[in-house]
Structure formats: C-alpha cells, structure tokens
C-alpha cells in the first residue's frame, strides 16, 4: 500500500494564500477574463495530493476569504470552492491514475463545471452575462495545470529532503 505523502499543512496554507494574492491581484480591465484560477488550481493540487488532509473544508474557508476579499454576496466563493473539493473526491482515485495531459483535461471540466455554476449563482444576484467568455480561465487553468503540479511537487520534494 502507497504510504501518504508528509506535506506539513503551513506549506499548504502558504500555497492557498499566495494564489490568494494572485487570485486577487489588480489587472488591467482587458486582462481580468485571461486570469487563471489560482485559487482552484492548488485546491485541485491539494484535494489530488492528500485528500485525507485537504478537502470541503478548506474549500469553504479560502471561499470565505474570497468573498470578503473580492466583496461579494457572502458565501458564493465558499460554495463553488467546497463544490470543486468535493468533485475532486469524486474523481479522485481516476484522477492519479491520469497522465499530465489528461489531468489536464479533467481540470478543465472540473473549473468548467465550477465556474458554470459560479455563473448561474452571478445570475441569481443579478449580474447576468449572456457569453461564454466566463469559461476561458479554466482553458488557461488548464494549459498550466502541468507546470504548476510539476512545480508544487518538486517544491514538496525539495522541503522533505529526497
């Protein structure tokens, strides 16, 4: 049986509050819709990684955080992040077994999903959007899906000492 990686949770939580600084970071009004979502990749990286020590409930804080941040109604980040960490619970035990590119695609349809409902929430509160331009940064989420696992994992490796 595979043990489980040791991954100290700070190295976790410095993760989320550095996507949490670019999540939020100020771009222009051209570049907002090209943003990627940091926030949800390294939920993803994490939920894939140790899911017995990351999961819906860290989904729901860094949700939280989010929607104090960013001032929006009070639990919409929180929803469609526990809903991502639960989805990748679902998908957990295929999701290992996925080449790069493949986990890839399946990021793409995990932040797809996510941000369909995201959107369906916006519309509920009123703000309504009629294009799909809402679904680009999860293309580009998953575009660097690769070199950001590749990255968090040479990164754990190094912190352990192997």
């Known amino acids: ?10 190295m976790v939580w410095l993760s989320f509050l550095f996507a949490l600084c670019l999540q939020v970071m100020p771009l222009a009004d051209g570049w907002q819709v090209y943003r990627p979502e940091w926030i ?3 939920l993803i990286y994490w939920c894939m990684r140790i899911p017995s020590r990351v999961g819906v409930f ?9 929607d104090l941040i960013e001032g929006t109604s009070l639990g919409q980040h929180a929803l469609i992040l526990s809903l991502l960490a639960f989805l990748c619970a679902l998908v957990y035990p ?7 590119v493949q986990q890839s695609v399946l990021v793409l349809v995990l932040l797809g999903l996510v941000q369909l409902v995201e959107q369906w929430l916006r519309t509920l509160t009123g703000d309504f959007s009629i294009h799909l ?16 696992a ?13």
Do not use: D, K, N, Q
Request: hydrophobic share 60%.
């Open 1 to 10: 049986m595979a043990r489980a990686p040791v991954v100290p949770l700070v």
């Open 40 to 42: 949800g990749l390294i």
């Open 58 to 66: 860290h989904g729901f804080v860094i949700g939280i955080l989010m």
């Open 94 to 100: 295929r999701f290992r077994a996925y080449s790069l």
């Open 133 to 148: 331009s809402f679904l680009i940064p999860s293309m580009i989420s998953a575009l660097l899906w690769p070199w950001l």
């Open 150 to 162: 590749t990255m968090l994992r040479a990164l754990e490796r190094r912190l352990a000492g192997t």
